[in-house]
């Protein structure tokens, strides 16, 4: 059962213009949000988060928004640049299960191409 | 500032031989310590995660197995590979508090020939 899905497995995008990366979620309990990117042979870098008190969290470029009622997150990144291409995951976690069992559910992940 | 260190960066192995991937963590104290699996075409894999010295939760049942041995050391280990042990290993941190970002390794890419 995966309960956090990107369902686009991959997206091009022209430089300059906006890159829009989608996420959907199926557990109720997960209230923090987050979105990684790889590059090939590397570890994931974190990004950007969002908890479920809000909305929408920007830091440059980077941009998520959060519809909790129909379980979508998506990342915006304005304007999209060569260096962008990458994977990024999605990934979701629930503060309930408490810091003991602290842990990440990621997607499957969506490749960015941005065609300079 | 905390640095995560994983080794090595690519292990060739036949099947049946053991396995042992190390990752230590520098910069932090007590963090919880993470073991996932990418898979081609599939996502990242949570297989086993660690709050504490000796404490070990398994996620994926499997013939990995992991440790604990330091505060800052986490070990992935096999008696015996297969075929479908194949894939892209990482060690995460976080620090012991609930909504905060993993870390992760530079990753481990494990060929079982």
């Known amino acids: 059962d995966q309960q956090v899905k990107q369902n686009s497995p991959s997206l091009s995008v022209q430089e300059g213009r906006i890159s829009i990366l989608n996420c959907d979620y199926t557990n109720s309990m997960f209230d923090y949000f987050l979105w990684y990117k790889k590059y090939p042979a590397e570890g994931p870098t974190f990004l950007i988060s969002?908890?479920?008190?809000?909305d929408k969290n920007e830091d440059g470029r980077f941009t998520v928004f959060l519809n909790k009622s129909a379980k979508h997150l998506s990342l915006h990144i304005v304007p999209s640049q060569p260096g962008d291409s990458a994977v990024y995951f999605c990934?979701?976690?629930?503060?309930?299960?408490?810091?003991?069992?602290?842990?990440?559910?990621f997607g499957k992940g969506t490749k960015l191409s941005v065609i300079p | 500032s905390q640095t995560i260190h994983q080794w090595p960066a690519t292990l060739v192995q036949p099947v049946g031989s053991p396995l042992s991937l190390e990752c230590t963590v520098e910069g932090t104290s007590n963090p919880n310590l993470y073991w996932y699996r990418q898979a081609a075409g599939r996502g990242l894999q949570l297989l086993f995660y660690?709050?504490?010295?000796?404490?070990i939760s398994s996620e994926v049942p499997q013939n990995l197995s992991a440790s604990r041995p330091q505060d800052r050391q986490f070990i992935l280990s096999s008696k015996k590979l297969l075929l479908s042990d194949s894939g892209f290993y990482l060690c995460a941190w976080t620090l012991g508090t609930v909504n905060s970002p993993l870390h992760f390794g530079n990753g481990t890419r494990l060929t079982v020939t």
């Open positions: 660690s709050v504490g010295i000796g404490q």
């Open positions: 969002i908890s479920s008190i809000k």
């Open positions: 990934a979701a976690s629930s503060s309930y299960s408490g810091a003991g069992s602290y842990q990440l559910t």
